[in-house]
């Protein structure tokens, strides 16, 4: 069964750092979102992207974060100078349509750890 | 806006029991319903979903109901078993019309222990 999947597992860098996350949506997929969960606390959507364009994004989702599909498989989140409180689950999902009734389908999630 | 009210846990079973899980939402229009898991250490699962009043989604034992006049969409299972311990999201996609840009919103989360 397709998977999305997403690497690294666990990233650890220091305050002020860039860290890119990456992900391979499944392949017939169009539509891309990252979200991300605060540990203990809800999951919440960041940004949705489609054509190449991003289609929505949350007040969470700032100059600091860009989204990136560099080649046709990839799909990227950079943090250009990551805070404390970026620290968190980022978990990448795809669905093949945007409709409201389509899956979205998650990857297993990159562990962020900012020091 | 729209959002997602679950009940807090955890919520510990006993094995075989019978689990609710209760969810009701706030939406604008006909949204999308959906119930995610997460097993320690994993990412997010779709475990079933229903797209419109009335409609019943179900997987692995697991059931919904989408009630519109209740705005509900509460989680059910007839017997629970030990690998069911997980967390539970309800979340839902406001209902704008085709071709939009969709995200999901998610309750808090519920944590399921089943014990032996």
């Known amino acids: 069964e397709p998977e999305v999947t997403q690497t690294p597992s666990h990233q650890v860098t220091q305050m002020g750092q860039e860290v890119i996350l990456r992900c391979v949506p499944i392949s017939n997929h169009l539509y891309f979102y990252w979200y991300r969960q605060i540990l203990g606390q809800k999951v919440e959507f960041l940004v949705s992207?489609?054509?190449?364009?991003?289609?929505?994004k949350s007040e969470i989702f700032d100059d600091q974060f860009s989204v990136e599909r560099p080649d046709g498989s990839n799909f990227t989140l950079k943090i250009r100078s990551t805070k404390l409180e970026d620290s968190a689950m980022y978990f990448c999902?795809?669905?093949?349509?945007?409709?409201?009734?389509?899956?979205?389908?998650f990857g297993p999630g990159t562990r962020l750890t900012v020091l | 806006g729209d959002s997602v009210t679950q009940m807090e846990g955890p919520v510990t079973l006993s094995e075989e029991a019978f689990l609710t899980i209760n969810c009701t939402y706030t939406a604008t229009g006909y949204p999308s319903l959906f119930w995610y898991v997460q097993y320690p250490g994993e990412g997010l699962q779709l475990l079933l979903k229903?797209?419109?009043?009335?409609d019943k989604g179900s997987n692995k034992g697991f059931e919904a109901t989408y009630r519109k006049e209740t705005t509900s969409f509460h989680l059910e299972k007839g017997s629970v078993q030990v690998s069911d311990s997980a967390v539970y999201f309800c979340?839902?996609?406001?209902?704008?019309?085709?071709?939009?840009?969709?995200?999901?919103?998610f309750g808090a989360g519920t944590r399921l222990a089943v014990h032996p």
């Open positions: 979340a839902l996609i406001p209902g704008r019309g085709s071709g939009g840009y969709n995200k999901l919103i």
């Open positions: 999902a795809s669905s093949s349509s945007g409709q409201s009734t389509d899956t979205q389908y």
């Open positions: 229903a797209t419109k009043a009335d």
């Open positions: 992207f489609y054509n190449n364009e991003i289609s929505e």
